[in-house]
């Protein structure tokens, strides 16, 4: 970056910790109400706070690294599902959810269940929403964060720190976020989000119009490898727009076209049953039941105020696509190259460090440059894999990729196909034998059908990596390095606005953590803990915290996590449709018996869990359905047999002003109206 950039970024960072902190400053820690104040802006968030603190807390690198990501691979808008389906939740959240939330007056998702079911299921959800929030999301925006930032500080050294080191981004990133939250809790992460949400619109807005100026400007010939529309010709692309280009190059038939948001049944990550049922419950899960996210809403000032907020929102979600998903899809026609060359050294550690022979045998093309100094950390860190001691039990390692980086190694695949058949020996055979003449295609399909036959039959006892054609989560990061022009500001603006959203959310989770471990755990031991000491314990959690989660976040560099998004998802699986069949039957079933909500709860790992061992072909969107569904069988046989004679009396906060909003209710359906209408377009 040059000195403007510089000035921009740091003047930005500094502005929205000033502003979080002089916002706050006047909130009690000693009062009656300190708490309230400190965990929940004292209750008192007017309409526009709420909205772009949601979306501020929402919108972080999870999507700007891994859903542009996804978007960048063979998902394309299909990912797309997951911001624009929240709308509809969010519409769903404002009327259904929020108002017996707020009619409570809980400070906690977790202390809903202990007035409907009983201290069990609020223990079990507070722990294991504390070890999920802290360990997976929080630890993985930090590092995706970092993964962004410092992509562009490659070789920058201040005072000795690296600051192109994934280490020391994670940890400049964590003690920031922790420092506003630590001081000024919810009211100065609502009043920073209202900066960072304004930028992060405006700063995947400028991304994405450098990417389709860049798109028009493009050599067709260069264009045209990465086109899925077989119909399309340089010719055409020639005479053709920015926009234009971008349909021309990306549309057509199912599976490769990457307009569509439809995928097809056999899809790992979207399949088209997804859109029917798996994604809702995520989408619930996490807008109605994720302390982080609904920690906003509960401080809303009334309900009304709550419900425009939550639909504004809503109406914002939409426009996240095409700042997000859309970018990252120009991601890969106009950079297909750069995210070749970062799979071939994301693959290098994986080969180096689980077979370090077969490492060796590959060819230069699937070796990191030498000479390349952004590679120097990469090709260290080979080094001491090639030096290690090989573990003396392990599972059978196998590798499986797909028909691109066949083509694009064609003796390499063949090499590992050949590697794969060797180490299962006469274990299992291939329904047939490898041709020497085969093509790469055909060395993809036969080694995948090899590797499947091979987990079906000695389950625990192999191994499985996937080698990659293009590091998919360098997309967005390489469309800012790439696009944005050095010492005019604008690239300091945007990579503020992203720094901006990273911290934003980190805040969030970190404010919610420490407000589950205060309010749901603490005060339980403690209950005579005065105001004061409540807030004193809500900062220590802020600091302990975040240094469990910076810790983390390192770790998640290694390519065995398969991408940022997929971690964050697949973790989510485990807890999610236990607790929005329980919350349910909560709010819906008032007959249901106490003892439903504890089993609930215990069932959803193990049944999801279960499904990952028996059935690890199928999506995890459409196992979390299966768990729902079957939880919900569960509860409502128990229901069934024992069902409450009177309906539990949950506690009514009587300040809090519960008149609903007639125009939020009217704006809701306008945002389900266009909704279905970006469906129809893109369907």
């Known amino acids: 970056m040059g000195p403007v950039d510089w000035v921009i970024f740091l003047g930005f960072v500094v502005a929205v910790i000033f502003v979080g902190l002089w916002k706050s400053r006047g909130e009690a820690t000693h009062g009656e109400h300190g708490a309230q104040d400190y965990f929940l802006a004292g209750r008192g968030l007017t309409w526009w706070l709420v909205g772009f603190s949601l979306i501020a807390a929402n919108i972080s690198t999870e999507q700007f690294v891994g859903m542009s990501g996804q978007a960048a691979g063979w998902l394309g808008m299909a990912i797309a599902s997951y911001e624009w389906m929240a709308a509809i ?109 304004s930028a992060l619109i405006v700063g995947g807005g400028v991304i994405a119009l450098f990417a389709l100026w860049y798109l028009g400007a493009a050599e067709p010939a260069a264009l045209i490898a990465t086109a899925r529309n077989e119909d399309v010709t340089v010719a055409r ?151 290690a001691t090989p573990p003396a039990a392990a599972p059978t390692q196998l590798y499986t990729f797909d028909a691109t980086f066949a083509t694009l190694h064609p003796e390499d695949a063949a090499a590992i196909a050949a590697f794969n058949a060797r180490q299962l020996a006469e274990r299992v055979r291939a329904d047939q034998e490898l041709s020497a003449t085969a093509l790469p295609a055909d060395v993809a399909q036969w080694n995948s059908g090899l590797v499947q036959a091979a987990r079906n039959a000695l389950r625990e006892g192999v191994a499985v990596q996937q080698l990659v054609a293009h590091d998919y989560d360098n997309a967005f990061p390489t469309l800012i390095r790439e696009l944005l022009p050095v010492g005019v500001g604008v690239k300091g603006f945007v990579l503020a606005a992203m720094f901006g959203a990273v911290v934003s959310s980190l805040a969030s989770m970190l404010n919610s953590a420490s407000t589950i471990a205060t309010m749901d755990l603490y005060r339980k031991l403690h209950r005579g803990a005065g105001q004061f000491t409540l807030v004193t314990v809500g900062r220590i959690f802020v600091v302990v915290f975040v240094v469990i989660a910076m810790s983390i976040a390192p770790l998640l560099a290694h390519p065995r996590f398969g991408g940022i998004f ?105 945002v389900v109206g266009l909704t279905i209408a970006l469906y129809v377009i893109f369907w």
């Open 89 to 197: 939740t969010l519409v769903v959240v404002a009327f259904v959810f929020l108002p017996t939330f707020l009619r409570s007056g809980i400070y906690t998702i977790p202390e809903f269940l202990e007035y409907r079911y009983n201290a069990f299921a609020r223990l079990v959800m507070a722990v294991v929403t504390l070890v999920i929030l802290v360990g997976v999301p929080t630890a993985s925006v930090i590092y995706s964060g970092a993964k962004v930032i410092t992509g562009n500080f490659q070789g920058t050294v201040i005072r000795g720190y690296d600051l192109g080191n994934i280490t020391v981004g994670c940890w400049i990133i964590g003690t920031l976020a922790a420092v506003y939250v630590f001081a000024g809790g919810l009211k100065a992460c609502a009043w920073a989000d209202l900066l960072q949400g």
């Open 237 to 387: 692309l020639e005479q053709a727009g920015a926009i234009e280009r971008f349909w021309e190059l990306n549309r057509g038939p199912l599976p490769a076209g990457k307009t569509h948001m439809v995928r097809p049944l056999d899809d790992p990550t979207v399949p088209w049953s997804a859109l029917v049922i798996g994604l809702w419950i995520p989408n619930f899960f996490y807008w109605g039941l994720n302390q982080y996210i609904t920690q906003r809403t509960l401080g809303s000032k009334s309900l009304a105020a709550g419900q425009k907020g939550i639909v504004f929102a809503a109406f914002l979600k939409l426009l996240i696509p095409f700042i997000v998903v859309i970018p990252g899809i120009l991601a890969f026609n106009l950079f297909h190259g750069h995210l070749h060359g970062d799979a071939v050294n994301r693959n290098a550690q994986i080969l180096a460090e689980k077979t370090p022979d077969v490492y060796r045998s590959l060819s230069a093309e699937m070796k990191p440059v030498a000479s390349d100094p952004r590679n120097q950390e990469i090709l260290a860190r080979i080094a001491r894999s090639l030096e």
């Open 566 to 670: 997929n971690y964050i998802q697949e973790f989510q699986g485990f807890i999610s449709p236990g607790i929005l069949a329980i919350f349910l039957f909560g709010l819906l079933v008032h007959r249901a018996p106490r003892m439903v909500g504890s089993i609930g709860l215990v069932l959803s790992p193990i049944f999801y869990g279960l499904l990952m061992w028996l059935l690890p072909q199928v999506s995890f969107l459409d196992r979390m359905a299966i768990s729902f569904f079957a939880i919900l069988v569960v509860l409502g046989v128990i229901t069934f047999l024992k069902p409450l004679a009177q309906p539990v009396e949950l506690p009514v906060n009587p300040a809090m002003n519960m008149e609903s909003s007639a125009g939020a209710k009217l704006f809701g359906l306008v």
